[in-house]
T-cell receptor, first 112, second 115 residues
Framework: DQQVKQNSPSLSVQEGRISILNCDYT??????FLWYKKYPAEGPTFLIS?????DKNEDGRFTVFLNKSAKHLSLHIVPSQPGDSAVYFC???????????FGQGTTLQVKP | DTGVSQNPRHKITKRGQNVTFRCDPI?????LYWYRQTLGQGPEFLTY????????KSRLLSDRFSAERPKGSFSTLEIQRTEQGDSAMYLC?????????????FGQGTRLTVV
């Protein structure tokens, strides 16, 4: 069963506009959520995270929103830049081991 | 560079052969993870070490797979009698145990192709 889902395989936005990537989860025991960015032939790079005790975390152009009642989180990138084009993975953790459960990924393309 | 290092970057092997991958985590990170990623999917957890102790293994880790982390430093992942279904990107990650929740830092991965 897929505990973390990213239902949009791809997203295309214009440079300067907002990119919104979505993620849904099913396990209510998850208490820490992360977004990773991945370029081809490289490992995932940590982007931003949020604890379940918060509903928003912001870091520069990146903001993550968490809606626990809906078991939904989203990543907002404003303004989007061509260098943001990559695959974005949502991940969740609910154990003290730090084990991450990943979504399938969303490929973001930012057009100049 | 003090990031997570994985070797080799690429490995092509014939079905039935054994392969071994190495991961050098960030210095002083006592948590080490192995993940596997196939095309179009996110990374899937395989196993986890706290120092030298292997504390959790996924059911994805069949008997043909074994991982070690001697002395709590580098780790190796061995696949015996490889099958075509083992073809994937194998990712290693490490994290410090400073707080309960912290991000994991990933290496560049080892891409395995079984022919």
């Amino acid at each position: 069963d897929q505990q973390v889902k990213q239902n949009s395989p791809s997203l295309s936005v214009q440079e300067g506009r907002i990119s919104i990537l979505n993620c849904d989860y099913t396990n209510s025991m998850f208490d820490y959520f992360l977004w990773y960015k991945k370029y081809p032939a490289e490992g995932p790079t940590f982007l931003i995270s949020i604890s379940s005790i918060k509903d928003k975390n912001e870091d520069g152009r990146f903001t993550v929103f968490l809606n626990k009642s809906a078991k939904h989180l989203s990543l907002h990138i404003v303004p989007s830049q061509p260098g943001d084009s990559a695959v974005y993975f949502c991940a969740a953790s609910g154990s003290n081991t730090g084990k991450l459960i990943f979504g399938q990924g969303t490929t973001l393309q930012v057009k100049p | 560079d003090t990031g997570v290092s994985q070797n080799p970057r690429h490995k092509i092997t014939k079905r039935g052969q054994n392969v071994t991958f190495r991961c050098d985590p960030i210095s002083e990170h006592n948590r080490l993870y192995w993940y596997r990623q196939t095309l179009g999917q996110g990374p899937e957890f395989l196993t986890y070490f706290q120092n030298e102790a292997q504390l959790e293994k996924s059911r994805l880790l069949s008997d043909r797979f074994s991982a070690e982390r001697p002395k709590g430093s580098f780790s190796t992942l061995e696949i015996q009698r490889t099958e075509q279904g083992d073809s994937a990107m194998y990712l290693c990650a490490s994290s410090p145990r400073l707080t309960l929740n912290t991000e994991a830092f990933f290496g560049q991965g080892t891409r395995l192709t079984v022919v």
